[in-house]
């Protein structure tokens, strides 16, 4: 967002505030001040003017100065009514050296999740992809789809939601006590990188914000359907600054993901391409890997397999 129209909001958003006065503070002409004001109500800002001057009465838009408005976290925004695939424009952005940018749509037509699955993403969700530039390793990257996973869990949570986490990627809904669940959020991170080194990552999250369940697949939630509809400005600036947040401390995320998975505790079957793994999932590791107890092929004790990447899926107890 532009400096001078972030410092008026800032001003008028405590109270009405005259142009010569806005004007005097910022240094720019009382004409500047008009202009400033008028573009802020072409963004949808809720700007009131009376005898006491201008006052910001609501943010109520969806689209990028509003979100970046209050926004604590250092990420700008770029925002689409409609797009193919956030992490596909997301991509093209990492690509030309931009960092620290998050693409936000209302729609993608063309979403997708994991091993290329289609993602529905109808107009009322929040499809996000941010691109973060990390001094990390590649080894190091799954971390980051765990740090978006616990963000995404968070801003539910404080939508009045009981989200919780399923290995690796997804943010659920628990539905009793067998481990059974509701999707309501997915998270897809690509990157680029040499072997010693992440050149960007692209971290995208879709969640099933503000949308009916006939409009859902089969075996989804939504927030509107758990809890009503959510301020979605408001919970993608939540995402965003508790992802920066982990972002900035890797050592805290794995107890933090710990906290809110359900995939631990619960029986599972991990299939990748060595071959599938059943077991009880015990433990996620330092790297974010999942640590499956497995019984031994000879009835002994029993081994623990680690797994870094496979599609899970959570069994009946036995």
Not at 11 to 33: H, Q, T
Not at 116 to 134: D, F, N, Q
Not at 153 to 166: L, M
Not at 211 to 232: C, F, K, M, N, Q
Request: aromatic fraction near 6%; hydrophobic fraction near 40%; charged fraction near 30%.
């Amino acid at each position: 967002m532009n400096e001078t129209r972030r410092a008026i909001l800032e001003a008028i958003a405590d109270g009405p505030v005259s142009g010569p006065d806005l004007a005097e503070r910022l240094d720019i002409s009382r004409a500047a001040v008009w202009k400033h004001i008028d573009g802020l109500r072409e963004a949808d800002f809720e700007i009131e003017s009376g005898p006491t001057g201008y006052e910001l009465t609501g943010v109520d838009a969806y689209n990028a100065p509003a979100v970046e408005f209050e926004l604590d976290a250092p990420f700008s925004i770029e925002y689409r009514a409609s797009v193919g695939s956030t992490n596909d424009r997301a991509r093209e952005l990492a690509t030309e050296g931009a960092a620290d940018i998050a693409v936000l749509a209302d729609e993608q037509t063309g979403g997708r999740g994991r091993l290329e699955r289609e993602w529905a993403a109808p107009a009322g969700g929040v499809w996000l992809s941010v691109v973060t530039r990390p001094a990390i390793a590649p080894a190091q990257a799954p971390l980051y789809t765990l740090a978006a996973s616990i963000a995404t869990a968070t801003a539910a949570r404080e939508a009045g939601i009981d989200a919780r986490i399923k290995w690796p990627n997804d943010v659920v809904v628990p539905v009793g006590d067998d481990g059974d669940y509701r999707k309501l959020a997915g998270i897809l991170t690509e990157m680029e990188g040499e072997t010693d080194r992440v050149e960007w990552l692209v971290v995208g999250i879709g969640v099933n914000a503000n949308i009916d369940a006939d409009r859902l697949p089969e075996g989804a939630t939504s927030v509107r359907e758990e809890a009503g509809d959510v301020d979605r400005r408001r919970f993608v600036q939540r995402l965003l600054e508790e992802f920066d947040r982990y972002r900035g401390d890797l050592e805290a995320v794995v107890p933090a993901w710990r906290d809110l998975a359900l995939t631990l505790g619960q029986r599972v079957r991990v299939d990748r391409p060595a071959g599938e793994v059943v077991g009880e999932a015990v433990d996620v590791a330092a790297s974010g890997a999942l640590v499956v107890e497995v019984e031994s092929d000879d009835g002994d004790e029993n081994e623990t397999v680690t797994v870094s990447a496979g599609d899970c899926e959570h069994l009946r107890p036995v």
